[in-house]
């Protein structure tokens, strides 16, 4: 018996394998989106477009405006005419408005005097994406009031990730989201397939036990699997700086059960869906928005209405998304992760588990 | 003519009689117009901030009312033991310390005072800066306050801020129009490349190909229930949006449409070029899986594009998402017009030309 | 004898080094059932692929009912009906609504599909299976759908790619008496297959080894020459140096 399920295993092996390309397309897949992906995305503010309108170009206006170009944040679009403000935002040329009053650097005067002020800076801002346009507001305030501001009085640090680094933010949640669609999608589709073909009958009369041959074919995905697991952690460490701190071992276990976890749901779809197209709009099509929205890879889950923080704990990605942030940012040892890694231990044994058992019915 | 119709009959019995597809279409898109508003959301509120306070004045005690009455913010408490603030901080359950160093409303009418430090948890980049600038702003608040009762009228704010098309700064209103976007891509992007590979798949395509069927007859029979299907989510994400979130668009829905449609046809005939490339369900997933996430994730639906390193930004140029991104968002919250956004229009039209042209050339009916 | 229908000279198809096709040259005539004979991988498929248009042959010419196979090979496809080995039927279709799909793809009115959909259903004495979704018929009664299907515009030629590989032998019978009645409507049958017993039927048989083709005649004639007993033995004697494909009788 257990020379068959040995020859089982390579079978299924030698499968996968014959097929060249698809075996370089799973591999290379996930290795390319986490590179572009590590670099690409942020949500750091940068290069917003601002123009400026001031009635007369006073040396304060001037000095103010060079301060804006001069900084990484902002792009200078040149000055326009008040009339023009609301169309230049309109069209998305520009993010940003500054209005200086005409009698800017008498005021400013003024208030490094100590007298009494009424506004002399407008900022029209383009605030369809929120968030832009908060900290784009706080940038320029501090800019153009430098010293007349209370901003002075501030020393800020940011822990962990002192230079803002995106990549650090996203390379977890990346992982987290490719992984488990990768992962799920295979076992899905390939199982899928053999019910669809009539080969998976063949195999289900044979004297082997059901359990071994969701095994054997589970197997092959793994060892894929880890292949890639390896690639992305070196890439993350060589390429994309991530620091690691919490311990490389912890960091490669916790992912290789969530690899165990990612093929046990591929094989729950498996059981659910009845054509190939099924399988792979279920792994694909729908499980990816949720993995999307409440795995706190960009959208923190504590904004969400209470229903869905709760939700949000029966996504898998969410559990690993929150460890491998932990371990590979704040350092945290492996120990720290003993809570997200029992409860990803308890989901694989409860998908593997629930589709032993329709398996098995599934013969009667 | 005869022969088209009955091939799209063809079509929506077999999408009719799907056990899957029909509730799929159905639910998927009004439940992600229903729901994801609500958790696609980077407004970065309930920001956890401990107050190290040394100075036990009048002055640190308004700015740690002003932070407890912050919408933003949220105060977690009031130490004088920094360590204590700090493992807080570690532990998850305190984003950003402030500490407010000894003397220091006493300093602050004299000399330059000791700076407040401000300490934050940036693992969650967006959290972190964006935490930072709240409490910033929260604190000089407290301060001009202070100010202003010791020698009134000595400042005031001395800028005003005007914000435009999303006054009330509602992060919903910034995405949906980017949900929209997603479900056009996966309903339209998916869709109608599975059901070409499973006809090659089952072995029915080779019937229609030895058949006097012509390939562009095929092609649009295909493709024009998944346009419809297009329109539809169309129409029931607006009815959404509005009935549920109060958005109505600023701008055309004439131009919406246009755009809308530009965009179906560019990723269908997308999803169609896929498939030609592909025998097999295994390899069609695999190509959707890789261009579909890319057009997720860089076309600006999540993360402005404006935050990429140059040569992303360039890159960017290349996904045919990117200009309906922009078509659907200012037209959308700012009511952009047709002629303020040519260029868009331009790039997509030209990209849905070029890969419905792309579909039928690759399409082979003979080798 | 009468008008040619198929028209073979020289025809050849390579992939790469391997010549699937090597130099064939054949007529076949109006009303004729044309067995085409030969071990798996001896080429059949290929030949009948170039021969209904799917496939561009190599070199060498051919016509079928009096289009080129290089150059008109759409409009082959309007005068010719197909069915392959693999069951190509929509399946979550019905009866009906399967044969009312290709009435209308090879351009019959909405009228004259209706009445050819009851003809067909008729002969196949399918009546009450029309509202039937297809994936529920047993697999016999697929194979004799697929060919009605075949010949729902009375085609000039057929062609019929191992059209009862799998089946039971009564409905085997009940498949050949299909395609005689075909045959004496003055429809020419194209069939490949590898029951020897079926080589009996046809009108004429050709045998093909490598990609050539070995013999061809009647099969009385046939079994004169190799002096044997049965088209089996025809078929042992001519296969058994082929270089590829397995012997299958």
Known sequence: MKNSFLSFIKKESLHILRDKVTMLIVMLIPVVLIVLFGFAISTEVNNVDVAVVAPERTDGVVDAVNRIAHNDYFTFCGYIDPDQIDQELRSGKVSAVIVFASDFDR???????????????????DASNVNTAGASTAYLQEI????????????TRMLFNPQMKSAYNFVPGIMGLIVILVCAMMTSVSIVREKEVGTMEVLLVSPIRPSKIIFSKMIPYFVISCLVLIIILLLSYYLLHVPMSGGVWGIFSLSLLYVLLS??????????????????????????VPMLLLSGMLFPIENSPIFFQYFSNIVPARWYVEAIRKMMIQGSPFLAV????????????????VSLIKFNDKLE | MRQFIVL??????????????PKLILSFPILIMLISPMLATMDVRNVNVAVVDLDHSTTSHRIISHIKASEYLSLVGATSEFDLAMERLEEGRVDVIVQIPDHFERDMGVSTPEKISIIANAVNATKGTMGTQYVIQTIA????????????????????????FNPTLNYRHYMIPALMIIIFILVCGFLPALSIVEEKEVGTIEQMNVSPVSRFTFTLSKLIPYWAIGIFVLIAAMMIAHLVYGLLPAGSFWVILLGTVLFILTISGFSLTAANFSDTMQQIMFILFFFIMIFILMSGLLTPIDSMPDWAQTFTLLLPPRYFVDILRSVYLKGTTLSELWQDFVALGSFSVLFNILAAVTYKKQA | MSEIVISVRNLTKTFGNFIAVNNISFDVYKGEIFGFLGANGAGKTTAMRMLSGLSYPTSGKGTVAGFDVSREGEMIKRHIGYMSQRFALYNTLTVGENINLFAGIYGLSKKSAEKRTEELLAELKFSSERNTLVKALPLGWKQKLSFAIATVHKPDVVFLDEPTSGVDPVTRRQ????????AEGGTTIFVTTHYMDEAEYCSRVSIMVDGEVRALDTSTRLKEQFNAESMHEVFRTLARDAERGELET
């Open chain 1, 338 to 353: 003993w809570k997200e890694f029992t409860i990803l231990l308890g989901m694989t044994v409860a998908f593997l588990g």
């Open chain 2, 8 to 21: 799209l009959q063809k079509e929506l019995i077999k999408i009719r009689r799907d056990s899957f597809l």
């Open chain 1, 144 to 155: 153009l009031l430098g010293t007349a501001s209370q901003q002075a009085m501030f020393e």
């Open chain 3, 175 to 182: 498949f050949w008496e299909m395609i005689y009645k075909a």
């Open chain 1, 263 to 288: 093929l046990s749901l591929g094989l729950m779809v498996s059981i659910v869906a009845k054509t190939q197209v099924m399988a792979l709009l279920i792994s694909a099509m729908v499980m990816m």
């Open chain 1, 107 to 125: 005021r400013m005067a003024q208030i490094s005097t100590g007298l009494p002020s009424t506004p002399i800076i407008q900022l029209v801002v």
């Open chain 2, 141 to 164: 608040h407290a301060l001009v306050e202070v100010r202003n009762e010791k020698n009134p009228n000595q400042m005031s704010e001395l800028v005003t801020v005007q914000n435009r």
